[in-house]
C-alpha cells in the first residue's frame, strides 16, 4: 500500500477522498427517493465525514517535505504526451483538503436542518456531494489537466445549485450568469493549457504534472510565459469573481444560502487562488503577470467594497465582501506571497462560511426575510447566531487575534515590505471599508428595534442545534486558526513553515519595527470604520438607512450599473447576431445551400428521365447510339 | 472470285435494313421476322470468313446461332401471343408502362 | 465482270431487296414471305461459299421450320389494325440504321482481302467435316445447345398455356 520512491511516496489510501462522495451522490442520485429525504441528507453528510476521516489522517501521515501520489489509470497515452488520472498529497494540497472536507462537512450538516423542510433535499445532498467530490480532484489532481476537470466539474455543481429552486426562473437565470461568465474565464483557461503544452512540446517536454512543469518551464521565453499566465490568470478571474469578471458571484445568492457559504465562500471561488499558489513557479517567472494580478486584486477588493457599503440584502452584502476578500488574496499573490494568500484562503473559509450560515440562520428564522431593512433586535431571539456572528464579524473586520487579523495584516505587510505602496494604500482603504460594512451589517441584523414584519415576527425563533453548531465550531476557527500565521514579534509562524516545500523559505523583508507599525496604522484605520459605522447604526435610537439621492450612494447602490453596461456592450450586440444567424443565415443560406444542391439534383434528375420512355424500341435506339459511338472510335483508331 | 469484302458488306446492309426494322415497326411479330434477318446477315458473316479463312469453326458458329435463333424465335413467339391474349394489341409504343 | 461476281451481285440486290421488303411491307403476311425468300437466297450463298451442310440446314430449319412457325402465330393472332407511324421516330431510327449501315460498310472495305480465298478441300462444308468439328471440338456447347432447347420448348408451353389452370 505505501511505496516509495524519493520524497514521493504511493498512497491508495488518497483515492477514497473524493471517491466516497461521488459514490454517495450517485447512491442518492438511484435511490434518493427510495431512501427517504432525511436518510438521503444522513448519508451525504456520511460521505463527506468519511471523506474529512481519510483526510485528517493523510494530514497526520504526511511529512513536511513529502508527496503522497495515489495513480488511477493512464489517461492520454500519446507518444511521449502522458496524462494521468492520479491524485497527490503535498502540503499545500492537504491544507485545502481539510478546508474542503472539514468546512464541507459542516456546511452539510447545517443543510440537514437548513433544507429540512425543502422537497429537493435529497437532490440538494446529490449536487453538494458531486461538488465535494470535483472540488476535491480540483485540489488533489497531479496535474493541469486533472485540475481542469475538477475546475469544469465545480462550475458545473454551481450551476446546479444556484437554480436549485429553478420553479423561479429567476434563479435559473442567475444559475445561467454564473455558467457563462465562468466559461468565458475558462476560455482563457484552456487557450493557456493549449499554449503551455505546444509551447513545451516545441522544447521536446510534453506533460502536464506538476512536478514535471516545476523543473522545465525555465526553458520557455519569458514572452510565452507572460501569455501563458496571463491566459491562466484571465480563467482565474472567472473562478474568483475578480474584474471584470466578478459579475455572477452576486447574482449567485439566489442560490440556497448553505451553497453561498461553500462554495462562493469556501472554496469554488478559492480555486482561482490555489490554481496559481499551485502554478506559482510559473507565475513567479512573469513579473508582468504578477503585477497584472496585484493590481487586479487590489482593485477588485476596493471595488467591492464600496458597493458592499450600501447593499440592503443581507446576503449581497457578503457576496460583495468575498469579491473583496479574494481581491486581497490576489494582491497577495500578486507580490508573490503564496503563502500568505493561502493563509488568508484558509482563514476566510472559516470566518466567511460563518458569516453565510449565519445569514441563513436570521433567513430561516425570519421565513425567508432577507431585506435587512426589515430586521433588527434579532440579539435577544437568537442568541447562538448573535455571538457567533459576532466572532466572525470582528475576524473578518481584521481585530487583533482573530484569524482575519493574522491573515490580513500578513497580506498588507508583504505588499508594504515589497516596496508596493499604492498597493497596499489600498488595502488599507478596503480594510476601513470592510470593518465599516460589516458592522453596519451587525448593527441592522440584530440591535435595535425589530423592524420585521408581523408573519416575520410570529416565525422568529432560535435555529436548532444541527445548525448551530456548525456555527460555533467556525467561529472558534475564526478566532483560533489565525494563530498558525502569527508574525514574528509574536509567536511566529507555524504555517510558513509548513509551506515551505513549496514555496520557498518565507522571505522576511524590512525590520520588526515597519511590521509593528504597519499592523497598528491598520487596527487604527478599522477603529475608524467600527466607530462610524456605530455612529451611524449602533447607538440607540439612530435612523435606519433610508437611502439618498447622491450620485455616489446611488452608484454603489446600483454597483456601478456594470451589469447593465455588459448587457449593452456585450449581451446585446451578441444577441442581435444570434438572431441575424438564427432567423436570417440559418434558413436561407445553410438552409439553401443543402436544399438547393437537392433541388439541382432533383433537376437534372427531371431532365435526365425523360429518358425513360417505357417503349421497348426507344431504348433499342439507345443500344445503337452506343454501338454507334463505339465504331466511330474504333474506326478513328485505323 | 469474289472478293470478301463484296459479302461482308452485303452483310452489313442487310444488318442495317433488319435494325430498321426493329426500331420502327409497331408489330411485333414484324420486330421478330426484322431480329432474324439481322442474324442472317451475321451468318452470312460467318460463313464466308469460314471459306475464306479456311476453318471450319465459322460453320459450326452458324449452327449453333441457327439453334438459338430457332429457340429464341419460339420464345419470341410465344411471348407475343402472351401480350396478345392480355393487351389484344401488337405494338410495342402501346406497352409503356415503365414509363416515367 | 466474270460469271461469279455477276451471280452474286444479282443474287445480293435480290437479297437486299427481299429484306426492305420484310421490313416496308405493311401486311405481316407478306412481309413474312419476303422473309422467306430472303432466306432462300441466303442460303444459296451458303452454298456458294462450300458450306453445303448449313445451307441445306438453314432451308430446312429456317426457312421451314421457324417461318413456318411464324406463319402460324400470324394466322393464329390475326392482327387487323393497321399501324401507326411516328414521322420524327422514323427518320431519327432510320437515320441511325443509315449511319450504322454506312459505318460498317466504311470500316468494312478497307479490309485487306487481295488474297484469294485458301484452297479447300472437296470436303470442305460437307457433313463429315461439320460432323468432325461439331461432336469433335465443340461437343460441350453441343450438349448445351441441345439443353437450351429443350428449355424453349418448356418455355414455350408453360408461357402460351391459357391460365385457367391455376
Known sequence: ?638 | MVPLNYYLILSAIVFAIGVIGVLTRRNLIVVLMSIELMLNAVNLTFIAFSRFLGSMEGQVAVFFVMAVAAAEAVIGLAIIISVYRHRQSLDPQEMQLLKW | MDAPTLTFLALATLLVVSSLLVVLLPNVVHGAMALVTALLIISVFFVMLQAPMVGVLQVLVYAGAIMVLFLFVIMFLNPAAPERSHRVWLGFAGLLAVLLGALLTAMLIKTETAADPIASTDLFGSPEMLAKSLFGDFVLPFEIASILLLVAIVGAVVLALRERRL
Open chain 1, 1 to 638: 500500500m505505501v511505496s516509495s520512491e524519493t520524497g514521493i511516496v504511493g498512497y491508495d489510501l488518497l483515492r477514497w477522498i473524493p471517491l466516497i462522495p461521488l459514490l454517495g451522490s450517485v447512491i442518492n442520485i438511484f435511490f434518493g427517493p427510495a431512501l427517504g429525504r432525511k436518510n438521503a441528507g444522513a448519508l451525504g453528510c456520511a460521505a463527506v465525514g468519511a471523506s474529512c476521516a481519510i483526510a485528517f489522517y493523510v494530514f497526520f501521515q504526511l511529512p513536511a517535505a513529502g508527496i503522497f501520489r495515489d495513480v488511477i489509470y493512464t489517461w492520454i497515452d500519446s507518444g511521449s504526451f502522458i496524462v494521468n488520472l492520479s491524485f497527490q498529497a503535498d502540503a499545500l494540497t492537504a491544507v485545502m483538503l481539510l478546508i474542503v472536507t472539514g468546512i464541507g462537512f459542516l456546511i452539510h450538516v447545517y443543510s440537514l436542518g437548513y433544507m429540512g423542510h425543502d422537497e429537493g433535499e435529497a437532490r440538494f445532498f446529490v449536487y453538494l456531494n458531486l461538488f465535494i467530490f470535483f472540488m476535491l480532484v480540483l485540489v488533489m489532481a497531479d496535474n493541469l489537466l486533472l485540475l481542469f476537470v475538477g475546475w469544469e466539474g465545480v462550475g458545473l455543481c454551481s450551476y446546479l445549485l444556484i437554480g436549485f429552486w429553478y420553479e423561479d426562473v429567476n434563479n435559473t437565470i442567475a444559475g445561467n450568469k454564473a455558467f457563462i461568465v465562468n466559461r468565458i474565464g475558462d476560455l482563457g483557461f484552456i487557450l493557456g493549457i493549449f499554449l503551455l503544452v505546444t509551447e513545451l512540446g516545441r522544447q521536446g517536454i510534453w506533460t502536464l504534472d506538476f512536478a514535471e512543469l516545476q523543473k522545465h518551464v525555465q526553458i520557455l521565453s519569458p514572452a510565452t510565459i507572460g501569455l501563458i499566465t496571463l491566459l491562466l490568470f484571465v480563467g482565474a478571474t472567472g473562478k474568483s469573481a475578480q474584474i471584470p469578471l466578478f459579475v455572477w458571484l452576486p447574482d449567485a445568492m439566489a442560490g440556497p444560502t448553505p451553497v453561498s457559504a461553500l462554495i462562493h465562500a469556501a472554496t469554488m471561488v478559492t480555486a482561482g487562488v490555489y490554481m496559481t499558489a499551485r502554478l506559482h513557479f510559473l507565475f513567479s517567472l512573469a513579473p508582468a503577470t504578477m503585477s497584472l494580478i496585484a493590481w487586479t486584486g487590489a482593485a477588485t477588493a476596493v471595488f467591492a467594497a464600496t458597493i458592499a457599503l450600501t447593499q440592503n440584502d443581507i446576503k449581497k452584502v457578503l457576496a460583495y465582501s468575498t469579491v473583496s476578500q479574494l481581491g486581497y488574496m490576489f494582491l497577495a499573490v500578486g507580490v508573490g506571497a503564496f503563502s500568505a494568500a493561502i493563509f488568508h484562503v484558509f482563514t476566510h473559509a472559516f470566518f466567511k462560511a460563518c458569516l453565510f450560515l449565519g445569514a441563513g440562520s436570521v433567513i430561516h428564522a425570519l421565513a425567508g426575510e432577507q431585506n435587512m431593512r426589515k430586521m433588527g433586535g434579532l440579539k435577544a431571539h437568537m442568541p447562538k447566531t448573535y455571538w457567533t456572528y459576532v466572532i466572525a464579524t470582528l475576524a473578518i473586520a481584521g481585530i487583533p487575534l482573530t484569524a482575519g487579523f493574522f491573515s490580513k495584516d500578513l497580506i498588507l505587510w508583504q505588499a508594504f515590505s515589497h516596496g508596493a505602496y499604492v498597493l497596499w494604500g489600498v488595502g488599507l482603504v478596503t480594510a476601513a471599508m470592510t470593518a465599516f460594512y460589516m458592522f453596519r451589517q451587525l448593527f441592522l441584523v440584530f440591535h435595535g428595534e425589530c423592524r420585521a414584519d408581523a408573519h416575520a415576527q410570529a416565525h422568529l425563533h432560535e435555529s436548532p442545534a444541527v445548525m448551530t453548531w456548525p456555527l460555533i465550531l467556525l467561529a472558534i476557527g475564526s478566532v483560533f486558526t489565525g494563530w498558525l500565521g502569527a508574525p514574528e514579534y509574536l509567536w511566529g509562524s507555524r504555517w510558513d513553515h509548513w509551506l515551505e516545500a513549496i514555496f520557498g523559505r518565507a522571505e522576511h523583508h524590512g525590520s520588526m519595527a515597519a511590521e509593528i507599525t504597519v499592523t497598528l496604522l491598520t487596527i487604527a484605520v478599522v477603529a475608524v470604520g467600527i466607530y462610524w459605522a456605530y455612529a451611524k447604526y449602533g447607538t440607540a435610537g439612530a435612523r435606519i438607512d433610508e437611502g439618498s439621492e447622491n450620485l455616489i450612494y446611488r452608484l454603489s447602490l446600483n454597483k456601478y450599473y456594470i451589469d447593465e453596461l455588459y448587457d449593452f456592450v456585450f449581451v446585446r450586440p451578441f444577441t442581435v447576431c444570434s438572431r441575424v444567424l438564427a432567423q436570417w443565415i440559418d434558413p436561407w443560406v445553410i438552409d439553401g445551400t443543402v436544399n438547393g444542391i437537392a433541388a439541382i439534383a432533383r433537376g437534372m434528375s427531371w431532365v435526365t428521365r425523360g429518358l425513360q420512355t417505357g417503349n421497348v424500341q426507344h431504348y433499342a435506339a439507345g443500344f445503337l447510339v452506343g454501338a454507334l459511338a463505339l465504331l466511330a472510335y474504333y474506326i478513328g483508331q485505323f
